[in-house]
């Protein structure tokens, strides 16, 4: 039974990439395997990466790739307005952020029981105790997404609560940002059944400026799968936040600690890879978290750690707001 966690990258993650990758063999062990599914065609720079960390492999199935591809332009060909949601605010035809929608490959891989973590995320404990849920269920997920519905399903969908219960989506719903499953969870005939509802007038329930989120929720709730969430089933004196818009953990010796509880995985949420990419440039940018990223980043190679002079810059831009304030417009705060 093969084990691993899996990313979704390209090279304008380069920097995430390598501290997740980091972070992986250190909590996890140097030969623990990683799958990177590529978000598009370039990967040049992370196929080198592969080449440095030997239980590292860009998946290049491509008839897998151009399978989920092409399922997932049958799916969104469902929905009654996405294209033109996705037009006006991108500006362009097709599938809002396609790429994101490769991590769903993961269900056609190499690994048979899998973790997947966003690159914008770092694992900074033993991911065992997911794979120890697994042995009982066949998702887990570990976070607070079930406080936000609007950025999973659209809650304005009068066939919302026809399709799934209450209950089910305020314990059930999740973030795509990280989950465990088992590589089987969505099946050739699953896609079938999927389309077969969508058509028939499920769609309009999709979120479309979360593609990858609401089709992996619609997924795993539509089937249904046999889930947990670790934010439930924990004891409430060991669960933890995951995301950087929180403001009160601790950093303490390369861990980050919610009142003293140390974290399983951090998801820097909301931070532009531009930035992260400026910070290790040499801009002395202020990200929150910083020194657990910068520990990671440069696990390999401290000598190559960015020496910042000159002032503390705020690393708000006109299109980030601050961390708290998309925290609490999200309703994650936990």
């Known amino acids: 039974m093969s084990r691993g966690i899996c990313t979704l990258a390209n090279d304008y993650v380069f920097d995430q990439v390598v501290a997740l990758i980091n972070s992986i063999e250190a909590n996890a062990g140097k030969d623990f395997p990683i799958v990177i599914y590529p978000y598009d065609d370039c990967v040049e720079r992370l196929k080198l990466l592969a080449h440095k960390y030997p239980q590292v492999q860009i998946f290049d199935d491509l008839k897998?790739?151009?399978?989920?591809?092409?399922?997932?332009?049958?799916?969104?060909?469902?929905?009654?307005?996405?294209?033109?949601?996705?037009?006006?605010?991108?500006n362009k035809p097709g599938i809002y952020r396609m790429g994101t929608h490769r991590r769903l490959c993961a269900f056609?891989?190499?690994?048979?029981?899998?973790?997947?973590?966003?690159?914008?995320?770092?694992?900074?404990?033993?991911?065992?105790?997911?794979?120890?849920?697994?042995?009982?269920?066949?998702?887990?997920?570990?976070?607070?997404?079930?406080?936000?519905?609007?950025?999973?399903?659209?809650?304005?969908?009068?066939?919302?609560?026809?399709?799934?219960?209450?209950?089910?989506?305020?314990?059930?719903?999740?973030?795509?940002?990280?989950?465990?499953?088992?590589?089987?969870?969505?099946?050739?005939?699953?896609?079938?059944?999927?389309?077969?509802?969508?058509?028939?007038?499920?769609?309009?329930?999709?979120?479309?400026?979360?593609?990858?989120?609401?089709?992996?929720?619609?997924?795993?709730?539509?089937?249904?799968?046999?889930?947990?969430?670790?934010?439930?089933?924990?004891?409430?004196?060991?669960?933890?936040?995951?995301?950087?818009?929180?403001?009160?953990?601790?950093?303490?010796?390369?861990?980050?600690?919610?009142?003293?509880?140390?974290l399983l995985y951090l998801h820097y949420i909301g931070v532009p890879s531009k930035l992260f990419s400026r910070l290790c440039k040499g801009e002395n940018i202020d990200i929150p978290y910083r020194d657990t990223f910068l520990y990671y980043r440069y696990l390999k190679e401290p000598d190559s750690k960015p020496k910042f002079r000159g002032r503390l810059v705020s690393g708000k831009t006109r299109t980030l707001s601050l961390p708290q304030k998309v925290f609490r417009r999200l309703g994650l705060l936990k």
């Open 64 to 90: 897998t790739i151009e399978r989920w591809d092409k399922r997932v332009q049958d799916i969104w060909a469902t929905h009654p307005s996405a294209s033109k949601k996705w037009l006006a605010v991108d």
């Open 108 to 262: 056609d891989g190499p690994l048979d029981r899998f973790i997947y973590m966003d690159a914008d995320t770092l694992l900074l404990q033993s991911p065992h105790l997911i794979f120890q849920a697994l042995e009982n269920v066949d998702w887990v997920t570990y976070d607070f997404q079930y406080k936000d519905l609007s950025h999973v399903f659209d809650i304005g969908s009068s066939k919302l609560l026809n399709i799934f219960s209450q209950q089910k989506l305020k314990s059930q719903v999740f973030c795509s940002g990280f989950f465990g499953a088992k590589r089987d969870v969505v099946s050739k005939e699953d896609i079938h059944f999927y389309l077969d509802k969508l058509s028939a007038g499920e769609a309009e329930v999709l979120y479309p400026m979360a593609p990858d989120q609401t089709v992996l929720n619609y997924f795993i709730l539509r089937k249904p799968v046999n889930s947990a969430n670790l934010a439930f089933t924990l004891p409430s004196d060991q669960v933890t936040g995951n995301c950087v818009t929180s403001l009160h953990f601790q950093e303490c010796e390369n861990k980050v600690l919610d009142k003293g509880i140390p």
